[in-house]
């Protein structure tokens, strides 16, 4: 049944249209100033009507308004209803665009190494997409995005911490990077970090170093290596958090933290949060595609495994490559 409040709309919009039908009409037949000239047909437009209360079967009848994905691969490639249309919207023509990002997921959030592993092989199948310095080592900038591994970051947390993380969803894990070679910096920055952490209502778990290869890197990426840590989080503090209100508050620590480092350290410092979350981590840097998962030592652990993973190989266009970027 449509509601009442919706047939009002409705009738409005059908009166509205007979008004713009009758007034375009009346200008039809009384354009050219009378010098005998035939008037042009005018359109008219319905006002599109809310979509409240309005059934599947009502919509049908109304004129299209509505865009679907014909519709706008029809303004996209200019052809007509007539016409057959592509099945994609790729088009060979953009490929001088740059930068490469790719996406692997499973469709039922199953964790597996295969996620981990095709994402890995699709970034370096995009290692064209990317930049590279005078030295074919120094990227631009490469990185992966993983959903939370839980029984990995479970693993890790209870070797380097001693503790047992709350269930999936109510522990947050970060990767920091931090000024290199700078103790005094490494320990205000982690100072920092903790108290937001601790204002917002959120336990402080404790930190860990993330393992990294740098053999492979060039001289650039050498230069500004910066030191990096995993931050874990418990959403255990004196008034448990809901997780959307869990995500809001690691945002603001995340937030805060950076603009308190860069009135301190200055920016560019080195400082960096490259994710805070209890759903997804980020491991990235000043890398070419290839050395994301040699560098990073988590990536090739075989029981470091994710549902998804979303992947970008950086091309390098109005800013320098640094870590951070």
């Not at 490639?77 to 996406?103: A, F, I, Q």
């Not at 805060?256 to 980020?282: C, D, K, V, W």
């Amino acid at each position: 049944m449509l509601s009442l409040s919706a047939a009002r709309r409705l009738s409005a919009g059908a009166r509205a249209s007979r008004s713009l039908q009758q007034q375009s009409g009346r200008s039809s037949r009384t354009s050219g100033g009378g010098c005998g000239v035939v008037g042009t047909s005018s359109r008219s437009y319905i006002p599109r009507p809310l979509a409240t209360g309005i059934t599947p079967h009502l919509r049908s009848q109304i004129p299209s308004l509505f865009y679907s994905t014909e519709r706008v691969l029809q303004l996209r490639t200019g052809k007509s209803k007539n016409e057959p249309l592509p099945k994609t919207m790729y088009d060979p023509s953009r490929e001088t665009e740059n930068c490469g990002v790719g996406l692997v997921a499973s469709l039922k959030s199953v964790a597996s190494r295969k996620v981990v592993e095709d994402a890995d092989e699709m970034l370096i199948r995009m290692s064209h997409r990317g930049g590279v310095g005078c030295c074919p080592a120094s990227g631009d900038g490469a990185g992966m995005l993983f959903g939370m591994p839980d029984a990995f970051m479970r693993t890790k947390a209870k070797e380097a911490l001693g503790v047992d993380l709350p269930p999936q969803g109510e522990y947050a894990v970060g990767n920091v990077f931090f000024p290199p070679e700078n103790p005094d910096a490494l320990r205000d920055c982690k100072a920092i970090l903790e108290r937001l952490t601790k204002q917002r209502g959120l336990k402080v778990l404790g930190w860990r170093p993330v393992p990294v290869d740098n053999t492979m890197l060039g001289q650039d990426p050498l230069d500004s290596e910066p030191d990096t840590e995993q931050f874990f989080i418990a959403n255990s503090g004196p008034k448990k958090l809901s997780p959307r209100n869990f995500e809001r508050e690691l945002f603001r620590v995340r937030k805060m933290a950076e603009e308190e480092g860069a009135a301190n350290l200055g920016p560019e410092s080195g400082f960096y949060i490259n994710s805070l979350s209890s759903q997804t981590i980020t491991y990235k840097g000043q890398l070419t595609p290839e050395q994301v998962s040699q560098y990073y030592l988590d990536i090739k652990d075989k029981s470091f495994i994710s549902h998804l993973s979303l992947v970008h190989s950086r091309f390098s266009t109005n800013t320098f490559p640094s870590w951070e970027r």
